[in-house]
């Protein structure tokens, strides 16, 4: 039942404000922890509940306002210097305001929130009191859930997935090409899209119910792109409201009044034109305006993407109490460091985000430090030290997670994964360290050999990876025994408009995400190998399966093809061939909602007018090698 009609407006703009407010209490309350003395910081806390207090106050949610004002009077008393702050009174209020963020929840569906645990509730009273503060029960957090397709699903595949064949005499080329190509199961659904009036009708729908640049975070080549709405679960539905600065929004109506000042100077032309003023001022004129217009519309695309772009902070932020929480549940001592909070990425990832980034900092704590312990033992400072941190660099940002810990073992991360059966002995006696770090990227690795709330179950490091190249990004570890382990994330700085490599087939046009192209190649019948009866390309001494992009669509066997693409697909390297290539170009991608084959990420417009298909690679190839 909704207990908010006639006030859902007045209630999503107070969880807006309130959430944003109580993320930064959260904050305010890790930096308190560090300086329990700083009388600002109690203030500002104190100031956040109140504020809080009041707006659930004005929407009768009453068991909310007795939570804040407890925590309220609890704040009074620690700036008054009535109490002293002790990390046991620091676990009561955090375990307060994970209630508060509770009642959001409840609030978000329209519910009034129930009212917190009896402990809570008692432990503040005693707190209020004077009296000694029990510890409250809690168990250690549990892991986000995570819905993501396995990298590699199958020992063979996860076998050739590691891989990293030197020479042809060290190559499973069989379970290469399985994990790569699916042998002769080819998918057929792309050689079906050969009607360019049914395409250029899904475009037209979709801009018709589509803003200017805007596209969902299912739109991403490497993705199982184009969900319809309906097959979203609940749990899965995102935030659509997005906060913009002011003066970015004036800029985009300033460009707006200057590209129709400049239509209309076109259209002017246009009918002297076709009156037949076609002389020498009229065409300079009309090439001024041309130009003014190209340089407009590229100024307003930059300037819809900023309206997109968001400080990383804002995510950022969650991520010290989650740590905190865990690391006292473990009885480690960690402080996680933040850098870089404002650098801006496009807001769907952010969201995108955060499920990888909370395995990562989860695995740091975890797995990457050390005990106090184990610290002393080995020279180390007691508290343990977990930086994250981001950066742009050029058209990417790089995330990094470094910890101060054991590092890890090469050589046991190998054992562990031989031992699990993930790959086989002979495959990893080629991996060098670096390769070997990769291993705990493989669905049902871990190197716990107990289970626990935490960790051990095997399910983290993939899914980090498989999110990450959902967003056509690419995760890689270096680490150093005792020392410790730096993982670092790169990823473009939006989705909205992807850089593609636009290659020929026949008389249609395909693209392939640019970030997946290492080299373009030609392709002579002299410089194919066959080595098990499959094609395959000596580069740099390197032996590469070659797999025509005919085969791949399913459009059978061509010998047309004079141009081959060097692919890094996950950690594997292969070519695929085509008959010719167009270039390279920037573009924004239209979703086939309606019907959408199989191995097309989504569709659009080359700069002649004619039907692009966007290909999704890893589909293309996963849904292969799922037939075996």
């Known amino acids: 039942m909704n207990d908010f009609v006639g006030m859902e407006e007045l209630l999503q703009d107070f969880l807006m404000e309130a959430g944003d407010m109580l993320s930064d209490v959260d904050s305010k309350l890790m930096e308190l922890e560090k300086n329990p003395g700083d009388s600002a910081l109690l203030n500002e806390v104190f100031r956040g509940f109140h504020t809080i207090k009041g707006g659930a106050g004005f929407l009768n949610a009453a068991e909310l306002v007795t939570l ?6 609890l704040f009074d008393k620690l700036r008054n210097r009535e109490l002293t702050l002790s990390a046991e009174l620091m676990d009561v209020i955090f375990a307060a305001t994970a209630e508060v963020r509770k009642m959001f929840g409840d609030l978000q569906q329209s519910m009034q929130p129930a009212a917190a645990p009896t402990e809570v509730i008692e432990a503040l009273k005693n707190a209020l009191s004077g009296k000694a503060v029990a510890a409250i029960a809690k168990a250690a957090p549990k892991p986000a859930v995570v819905s993501s397709a396995a990298a590699v699903s199958a020992p063979a595949a996860a076998s050739a997935a590691a891989a990293a064949p030197a020479g042809a005499e060290n190559v499973d080329w069989d379970a290469l090409y399985n994990a790569l ?40 080549p490497g993705t199982t792109v184009g969900r319809r709405a309906g097959d979203v679960p609940a749990a899965e539905a995102k935030e659509t409201t997005i906060r913009v600065d002011t003066d970015r929004l004036d800029q985009v109506l300033n460009l707006s009044g200057e590209i129709g000042l400049t239509k209309n100077r076109l259209t002017h032309l246009r009918s002297d034109i076709l009156q037949g003023h076609s002389d020498p001022d009229t065409l300079r004129e009309l090439d001024q305006s041309v130009s003014q217009l190209d340089m407009l519309v590229v100024s307003l695309q930059n300037a819809v993407m900023k309206t997109r772009m968001q400080p990383i902070g804002r995510l950022f932020k969650k991520y010290p109490r989650l740590a905190r929480d865990l690391a006292r549940s ?49 020279g180390k ?11 742009q660099e050029g058209d990417h940002i790089l995330i990094t997670i470094v910890d101060d810990g054991k590092g890890m073992r090469p050589e046991v991360i190998r054992n562990k994964a031989i031992e699990k059966g993930l790959i086989t002995a002979e495959i990893a006696n080629t991996l060098d360290e670096a390769r070997c770090l990769e291993l705990i990227f493989l669905p049902g690795f871990s190197t716990k050999d107990q289970i626990s709330s935490v960790s051990g179950r095997g399910v983290g490091m993939d899914v980090v990876k498989t999110n990450i190249q959902k967003l056509n990004g690419t995760v890689s570890i270096q680490s150093e025994e005792g020392k410790g382990t730096t993982i670092s994330i790169s990823l473009p700085l939006t989705l909205a408009i992807l850089p593609v490599l636009v290659l020929r087939l026949a008389d249609q ?13 030609p392709v002579t019948q002299e410089g194919l190998q066959q080595v098990s009866g499959k094609a395959t390309m000596v580069v740099r001494g390197e032996v590469l399966p070659v797999l025509p992009l005919s085969q791949l ?29 167009v270039g390279h170009e920037d573009v924004v991608i239209k979703s086939l909602d309606t019907f959408r084959p199989k191995g097309v990420a989504g569709v659009t417009m080359s700069s002649e007018g004619d039907i692009v298909l966007i290909l999704d690679i890893k589909e293309l190839l996963s849904d292969v090698r799922g037939g075996h």
Request: include cysteine.
């Open 330 to 378: 473990l009885g480690k001592d960690v402080e996680l460091v933040l850098n870089g909070e404002e650098t801006e990425m496009d807001k769907t990832m952010i969201e995108d985000l955060n499920d990888p980034l909370v395995h990562l900092v989860r695995n740091a704590v975890d797995h990457g430090v050390e005990t106090v312990e184990e610290r002393i033992a080995a």
């Open 68 to 73: 804040c004002h407890l925590t309220e009077n």
């Open 553 to 581: 669509i399913g459009w059978g066997s061509s010998d047309k093809s004079v141009v081959g693409v060097l692919m890094q697909f996950g950690s594997n390297s292969f070519i695929l061939t085509a008959d010719g290539f």
């Open 509 to 521: 046009s395909f693209a392939v995400p640019l970030s997946m192209v290492r080299e373009i190649l």
């Open 381 to 391: 400072p007691e508290k343990s030290v977990v930086e994250l941190s981001a950066r």
């Open 181 to 220: 190509t699916g042998g002769a199961d080819i998918v057929k659904d792309v050689g079906a899209v050969r009607d360019e009036k049914q395409i250029a009708a899904a475009i037209n729908e979709e801009e018709s119910t589509r803003k200017a640049f805007g596209r969902r975070s299912t739109d991403v």
